[in-house]
């Protein structure tokens, strides 16, 4: 499956940003989500991850609150809601997918990847 991720831009701190995630090549809704952020000299984390039914979703404690993970199986896209937005936010975020449903906090979970979009949040 192929994965384009876009929506990345420059907020202000506190403000909103909403990430897609088209996908192409194979049933979407067959598959598991998952974004996960690299910031500046630091490792890929696990942002959120939503199963393939959008029944189950789980997210990273730094974002709860604040991320809302989403789904459209008829349009093969995921999204990220991003709100309350932090100057620590700031990375370049990555949708990737996986037809298992395990391991989705980890980035060892996922078996294909997107190109990533970056997020810069100014204070």
């Known amino acids: 499956v192929q994965l384009q991720a876009f929506g990345g831009g420059l907020v202000q701190a506190g403000g909103s940003l909403r990430l897609s995630c088209a996908a192409s090549?194979?049933?979407?809704?067959?598959?598991?989500m998952g974004w996960f952020r690299q910031g500046p000299g630091k490792a890929r984390e696990f942002v959120a991850a939503?199963?393939?039914?959008?029944?189950?979703?789980y997210y990273a404690d730094s974002v709860k609150g604040r991320f809302t993970i989403s789904r459209d199986n008829a349009k093969n896209t995921v999204y990220v809601q991003m709100s309350s937005l932090k100057p620590e936010d700031t990375a370049v975020y990555y949708c990737?997918?996986?037809?298992?449903?395990?391991?989705?906090?980890?980035?060892?979970?996922?078996?294909?990847w997107g190109q990533g979009t970056l997020v810069t949040v100014s204070s």
């Open positions: 990737a997918a996986t037809p298992r449903p395990t391991e989705l906090r980890s980035s060892s979970g996922y078996h294909y």
């Open positions: 090549g194979r049933t979407f809704s067959n598959y598991h």
């Open positions: 939503i199963m393939s039914s959008g029944t189950v979703i």
